[in-house]
């Protein structure tokens, strides 16, 4: 079955610092993978998506994230962390929107 | 942002009465989805829309029911609420499917439900 694994409930990094959000899949077949930000009192905005091709992806906001088959990993990553950034973030993974799954998200706060 | 609404944004109640929380969306998408938020577990799917009067269960349907008689509208019923649907629910949809390597799915701002 596929599941999502979030290993950091909670991180703290300082304004301006790099940020890494670790995510980690089980799938049976080449997965599709997703990265959601969830600001407080707000619905969850699709960040990125990677289901084929280059395994670097490009989002929005100034995140990428980089698909490794071989550690069945998809980090989030942002060189450069900003106030507005503090947020929660979801990784997800499943080719449709009926059998996708959450991971249980990581709460990202930054520090001035 | 996608026209998503969802109502009450707030709700307490108590255990054995009925809840319906709606969602209403002027995107005119043809999907539409309901999932709750509990903490440790991320976003669960409770049931889903494919058209007017088109629903399906998803992982997490015991206790809910759903109905879709307008595009526009997706509601979402506990026949009698109990504690463990304490919950943050949230709506969300998708314009053609639910391919999501072709389509986007937009979310709500969620309804925070308490059942004492």
């Known amino acids: 079955a596929q599941s999502v694994t979030q290993p950091d409930i909670h991180i703290t990094v300082s304004e301006g610092a790099s940020l890494e959000l670790r995510c980690n899949y089980s799938?049976?077949?080449?997965?599709?993978l997703f990265w959601y930000v969830q600001s407080p009192g707000q619905g969850l905005q699709l960040l990125l998506k990677?289901?084929?091709?280059?395994?670097l992806v490009q989002g929005i906001k100034g995140f990428e994230a980089e698909f490794k088959r071989s550690q069945s990993s998809f980090n989030l990553r942002k060189p450069s962390v900003h106030w507005s950034d503090a947020a929660e973030y979801f990784c997800?993974?499943?080719?449709?929107?009926?059998?996708?799954?959450f991971g249980a998200g990581t709460r990202l706060t930054v520090k001035p | 942002d996608a026209g998503i609404t969802q109502s009450p944004r707030h709700k307490v109640t108590e255990t054995g009465t009925p809840v319906t929380l709606r969602c209403h969306q002027t995107?005119?998408?043809?999907?539409m989805y309901w999932y709750r938020q509990d903490p440790g577990h991320g976003l669960r799917l409770i049931h889903y829309?494919?058209?007017?009067?088109?629903?399906d269960k998803g992982e997490v349907s015991d206790g809910y029911s759903v109905s879709r008689s307008k595009t526009e509208d997706f509601l979402l019923t506990l026949e009698s609420a109990t504690s463990s649907q304490t919950s943050v629910y949230f709506c969300?949809?998708?314009?053609?499917?639910?391919?999501?390597?072709?389509?986007?799915?937009?979310f709500g701002p969620g309804t925070r439900l308490t059942v004492l």
């Open positions: 969300a949809i998708s314009e053609r499917g639910v391919n999501l390597a072709t389509d986007t799915q937009y």
């Open positions: 799938y049976g077949a080449t997965p599709y």
């Open positions: 990677y289901f084929s091709g280059d395994t």
């Open positions: 997800a993974v499943g080719a449709r929107a009926n059998d996708m799954r």
């Open positions: 995107e005119n998408h043809r999907y």
């Open positions: 829309s494919y058209g007017v009067k088109d629903t």
